[in-house]
């Protein structure tokens, strides 16, 4: 099974791979400032709202991280996150997430 990682996991596991080696690689370096950069929330509380978003049948683990990142406020952003999947949210399931995620802000 494939796991994935939030940006503020990412910038935590890349602040200490800094902290014990002393350097990253260059490529270690931009994600690091990338995640430093756009990571709104803490690991703990982005691993919450994940899992409050993994409550909703139709939300994938993919998916549920890339609105952990995200963010999303309005429905537009919300749609353009499931833009490639073969269904459209409701009305009603975009405005779950926003609340959901409104909680979390």
Known sequence: MVDFLSLSEVRE??????E???DLSPEQGYALQHSEAFA???PKKTQKLV???LEMEFI????AVKLGDLLPTHPEEVRSV???ERFTLS???IERILTTIAKYL
């Open 40 to 42: 709104r929330l803490t």
């Open 82 to 84: 499931f833009a490639k």
């Open 91 to 93: 009305k009603e399931d």
């Open 60 to 63: 994938s683990p993919q998916n």
């Open 20 to 22: 014990e080696r002393g």
């Open 51 to 53: 899992k409050s978003l």
């Open 13 to 18: 596991l890349l602040q200490k791979e800094k």
